[in-house]
């Protein structure tokens, strides 16, 4: 039996895949109708600092979802772009990463550390972001040893 590391995980790698910003409101708008007409796929919803999900969500649980987070980001995101919501393809979308309006950081541009989304819709099962993206030990040692008090 072969077992995966964490890059070769199907979820990771479509994450840190290629994406678009649905840069502009009707672009989102667009995007949240094509994810409507698509809910009944098998969506994982997975609100990053709860457990991932083992199972997708239903139709309409998706489709409420779209409706909140629409509501959310448009109250807390005022701004005369979206630019906060990306999608692996905006007219066939796989993967969805949805940023939380109040923990942006350096979304888009480079980062040598980008924020993780709020959120993400995917058809692949979600591993735990935070864990999987996390320093390697090798750094987190290296950084304690760093200011380590001798």
């Not at 989102?28 to 994982?44: I, K």
């Not at 109250?75 to 923990?103: M, Q, T, W």
């Not at 888009?108 to 980008?114: A, I, K, Q, T, Y």
């Amino acid at each position: 039996m072969t077992t995966k590391t964490p890059n070769q995980d199907p979820y990771l790698v479509a994450f840190r895949g290629s994406f678009t910003s649905a840069l502009r409101w009707p672009q989102l708008e667009a995007l949240w109708q094509v994810l409507r007409q698509r809910a009944d796929q098998g969506w994982y919803l997975y609100a990053l600092g709860e457990p991932p999900p083992s199972e997708p969500l239903g139709a309409d649980r998706i489709r409420r979802f779209i409706d909140e987070i629409d509501l959310l980001l448009k109250r807390e995101h005022d701004e005369d772009f979206c630019g906060i919501v990306y999608a692996d393809s905006l007219s066939e979308p796989r993967f969805v990463k949805i940023y939380d309006p109040n923990n942006l950081g350096v979304v888009c541009g480079f980062s040598d550390n980008p924020p993780l989304p709020g959120w993400t819709l995917s058809l692949l099962a979600p591993v735990d972001l935070p864990t999987a993206t996390a320093p390697a030990r090798g750094r987190r040692r290296w950084w304690q040893r760093l200011f380590a008090s001798r």
